[in-house]
């Protein structure tokens, strides 16, 4: 039996002082504690993907034993503490596969995020992040997600007003290294450490930096490392393989990672990174697991009631790839059930074959 069919088995696990720089560390296999008797089962989570993370995406990855834990992407705090009952349906895609929750929340009022943060924390979650990367210009234009990097004593003041109201559950926050300039990265980080998260999840990039490729991502999660050194520190960004995973610790030695973007072009990542944490090969993932999984999340949508096939092709793209000949036939099928038909009669050709 490979390394990926022993995902839900337990796994041995060696002391983080025998993991040297050449590997993935074994530790980031295990646990990691969180208040009120929960943990995330993991140092390596899947990062929040706005616009991906639906029901159909949730119940394909946890039906294939791809991911053992979730950081949903942000609920919007605004107007008001959201009630029960809607937070309730935010989380449910997330819920419904058994598998422990981190919900993200995003803000500018600190009383309306403790709020609703206390109310999260009632419905069962693991733990709660706070958003304060986010560089959609919208999200900054309101004052909210990145735009909170320009005043740190409000990341403080907002992470120990959630610290104070879910005494029972995890408390992290999500930054990025500066709103304009990384030089403002060691202030930031300050201010988070005072508030004592549990876990601190780190882009390396600045808002004003968006999406770009940055010369000196890694030296900047180094340094991070060195300035939050009893806080575990989660790298996000450009993180496609298990090799950039092996680069970027080699690089920072961060206590974990949260991919995001890097699950669409492998699906298999997160499990991917734990075989090499376990020093075992990590497989090659064929055109025909390709296929059968975007068959899964079709059926998975078909279920919801979806009509339309978008969210699927635009899956297919980034997994085979849109010069793939297959994806040139895929991309035609525009209604979820005609697609999914087609995807069924290739698995099943490739079953006979």
Same mark, same amino acid.
């Not at 993991?42 to 991906?52: F, K, L, N, Q």
């Not at 004052?143 to 408390?171: F, T």
């Given at each position: 039996?490979?390394?990926?069919?022993? +995902?839900?088995?337990?796994?041995?696990?060696?002391?983080?002082?025998?993991?040297?720089?050449?590997?993935?560390?074994?530790?980031?296999?295990?646990?990691?504690?969180?208040?009120?008797?929960?943990?995330?089962?993991?140092?390596?989570?899947?990062?929040?993907?706005?616009?991906? +993370?639906?029901?159909?995406?949730?119940?394909?990855?946890? *039906?294939?034993?791809?991911?053992? %834990?979730?950081?949903?992407?942000?609920?919007?705090?605004?107007?008001?503490?959201?009630?029960?009952?809607?937070?309730?349906?935010?989380?449910?895609?997330?819920?419904?596969?058994? /598998?422990?929750?981190?919900?993200?929340?995003?803000?500018?009022?600190?009383? *309306?995020?403790?709020?609703?943060?206390?109310?999260?924390?009632?419905?069962?979650?693991?733990?709660?992040?706070?958003? %304060?990367?986010?560089?959609?210009?919208?999200?900054?234009?309101?004052?909210?997600?990145?735009?909170?990097?320009?005043?740190?004593?409000?990341?403080?003041?907002?992470?120990?007003?959630?610290?104070?109201?879910?005494?029972?559950?995890?408390?992290?926050? *999500?930054?990025?290294?500066?709103?304009?300039?990384?030089?403002?990265?060691?202030?930031?980080?300050?201010?988070?450490?005072?508030?004592?998260?549990?876990?601190?999840?780190?882009?390396?990039?600045?808002?004003?930096?968006?999406?770009?490729?940055?010369?000196?991502?890694?030296?900047?999660?180094?340094?991070?490392?060195? /300035?939050?050194?009893?806080?575990?520190?989660?790298?996000?960004?450009?993180?496609?393989?298990?090799?950039?995973?092996?680069?970027?610790?080699?690089?920072?030695?961060?206590?974990?990672?949260?991919?995001?973007?890097?699950?669409?072009?492998?699906?298999?990542?997160?499990?991917?990174?734990?075989?090499?944490?376990?020093?075992?090969?990590?497989?090659?993932?064929?055109?025909?697991?390709?296929?059968?999984?975007?068959?899964?999340?079709?059926?998975?949508?078909?279920?919801?009631?979806?009509?339309?096939?978008?969210?699927?092709?635009?899956?297919?793209?980034?997994?085979?790839?849109?010069?793939?000949?297959?994806?040139?036939?895929?991309?035609?099928?525009?209604?979820?059930?005609?697609? %999914?038909?087609?995807?069924?009669?290739?698995?099943?050709?490739?079953?006979?074959?």
């Amino acid at each position: 039996m490979d390394c990926h069919r022993k +995902m839900q088995a337990s796994v041995p696990l060696i002391s983080p002082s025998n993991t040297t720089h050449d590997q993935l560390p074994a530790h980031w296999l295990e646990p990691l504690p969180l208040p009120g008797g929960k943990s995330l089962p993991s140092r390596i989570i899947p990062g929040p993907m706005e616009g991906v +993370m639906g029901h159909p995406f949730c119940h394909t990855m946890a *039906k294939q034993s791809l991911v053992r %834990c979730w950081l949903t992407p942000f609920i919007r705090i605004s107007t008001g503490v959201p009630r029960p009952s809607r937070l309730t349906h935010r989380l449910e895609p997330f819920t419904a596969t058994n /598998l422990p929750v981190m919900a993200q929340i995003m803000g500018t009022d600190i009383a *309306k995020l403790r709020d609703s943060a206390r109310r999260l924390a009632d419905l069962g979650v693991a733990g709660i992040d706070l958003n %304060c990367a986010c560089p959609s210009k919208i999200v900054v234009g309101n004052g909210a997600g990145g735009a909170r990097l320009k005043n740190p004593n409000w990341i403080h003041e907002a992470v120990g007003a959630i610290r104070q109201a879910c005494p029972d559950c995890g408390v992290s926050v *999500k930054l990025r290294t500066g709103f304009d300039s990384p030089r403002e990265m060691d202030e930031i980080l300050a201010a988070a450490r005072s508030a004592n998260p549990d876990l601190v999840i780190l882009h390396f990039r600045t808002v004003a930096e968006q999406y770009r490729k940055v010369p000196d991502g890694w030296t900047r999660l180094a340094r991070a490392k060195e /300035l939050l050194p009893d806080i575990p520190l989660f790298a996000s960004g450009d993180l496609f393989s298990p090799s950039h995973a092996l680069d970027l610790y080699r690089q920072t030695g961060v206590d974990g990672i949260a991919p995001a973007r890097g699950l669409l072009k492998n699906p298999w990542l997160l499990r991917d990174i734990e075989c090499a944490c376990q020093g075992k090969p990590v497989q090659e993932h064929t055109d025909t697991d390709k296929l059968a999984f975007l068959q899964t999340l079709a059926t998975a949508g078909l279920q919801e009631g979806v009509i339309k096939s978008g969210f699927v092709v635009e899956f297919a793209a980034n997994l085979l790839g849109s010069s793939h000949p297959t994806f040139q036939t895929l991309v035609r099928h525009r209604n979820l059930r005609d697609l %999914c038909e087609y995807l069924e009669s290739l698995n099943a050709h490739f079953r006979l074959a």
